[in-house]
């Protein structure tokens, strides 16, 4: 018989309408995860549109978290809810570098979208030759590398806590599943996968920003009296901008700024009601990250809809046309014009680099 199996503890469970609402909500986050990143997956898969290399970063991202909605969310609710770990201790660390790992790696992925989408604005004639496939391909196996390295490499090696032994793996009967943090792994760990990120996306961000205004302000002066379609895209832009930076950093940066107080000033001073919040605020971004880059971006949307269509249907759609030539119209209406053409404007900045409209399209990938 397990010599803890009499040892729970019931005075930090919670009282059961508390645990159903609590349930609940988790069950919801979960299923979003989940649905939103399977989409995300199938808009890639079957329409061609969509078959760039920025979407294959964005098709890594879907992947990670759709990893982590089925392999860690579903384990990290039961915890939550019944405040043991009943899985053994193998088990457990097992899970924890699973919950590490794939939690690094969603973040990576974010900042490796920023990146291309840098590339694509500020060297908009060179990008083809900046980020091409092999680059993507390293970019996304220092991912995964990195990614085992925070992860299963030092907390089988228990190189995160206050000694030699690994955690969890001690004759207890507390059941208890958490992550150790000692001052040098929480320092390296935080900076390396998020603080240092951070900070580089908060400034290709600007530099998109700031260079879509700036190629507004062009446009707007090339069209004279018409500014509206240049400011409607510098808009977007913005707002696009604003809401993936911000969603990132409400979602992460309580968690960090807590696993790095963790292991500064001491591993057991977070704990409770305040570490789960802060957990699953982080846990959170999954589930926003198919709708901050599907949703906002405008082929993503088609797909979405012809996706449902095809449910809805059970017939395959005609992926090979565009949006804007599916919209023409037909005989006589449509001559004396170039239908589905994009009115492209050419500019140079300062430097001599040209700069067009489309490349407003870039900002993002998004608009």
Request: glycine share 6%; with cysteine.
């Amino acid at each position: 018989m397990d010599p803890c199996y009499n040892h729970t503890s019931s005075q930090n469970r919670m009282d059961f309408p508390l645990q159903l609402l609590v349930g609940s909500c988790l069950v919801i986050l979960i299923t979003i995860t989940l649905c939103g990143n399977i989409i995300v997956c199938l808009a890639v898969t079957f329409d061609r549109r969509l078959r760039s290399l920025t979407n294959c970063i964005i098709v890594s991202l879907a992947i990670t978290d759709l990893l982590l909605g089925l392999l860690v969310l579903p384990f990290s609710a039961f915890y939550e809810l019944t405040k043991e770990w009943t899985f053994g201790s193998v088990l457990c660390n097992i899970y924890i570098s699973l919950d590490v790992m794939l939690c690094t790696a969603s973040i990576l992925n974010l900042f490796m979208i920023s990146l291309d989408r840098y590339f694509a604005v500020t060297s908009p004639l060179r990008y083809c030759q900046v980020v091409t496939p092999s680059r993507v391909a390293v970019g996304l196996v220092v991912i995964w590398t990195v990614s085992l390295m925070v992860s299963f490499l030092p907390i089988h090696l228990g190189w995160n806590t206050n000694g030699t032994a690994v955690q969890n793996t001690g004759p207890t009967c507390n059941k208890e599943c958490t992550l150790a943090v000692n001052p040098v792994y929480g320092l390296v760990d935080a900076l390396l996968t998020f603080y240092i990120p951070l900070v580089i996306m908060c400034i290709t961000y600007y530099r998109i920003l700031r260079i879509a205004r700036e190629q507004a302000k062009r446009i707007n002066h090339t069209w004279g009296n018409t500014p509206m379609p240049p400011m409607v895209k510098e808009h977007k832009a913005t707002v696009t901008l604003a809401v993936v930076l911000g969603a990132f950093v409400v979602c992460w940066f309580p968690y960090f700024t807590v696993f790095t107080y963790r292991g500064v000033w001491g591993d057991s001073r977070v704990k409770g009601t305040p570490m789960s919040i802060v957990l699953w605020l982080g846990y959170a971004n999954s589930a926003l990250n198919p709708i901050l880059y599907g949703t906002l971006n405008r082929d993503f949307r088609v797909a979405y809809q012809h996706l449902l269509q095809c449910w809805r249907t059970g017939h395959p759609r005609n992926s090979h046309l565009s949006p804007l030539q599916n919209a023409q119209p037909r005989g006589r209406q449509g001559q004396g014009r170039q239908e589905g053409k994009p009115l492209k404007l050419e500019v140079r900045n300062k430097k001599g680099t040209l700069l067009t409209d489309g490349a407003l399209k870039s900002t993002g990938a998004f608009l």
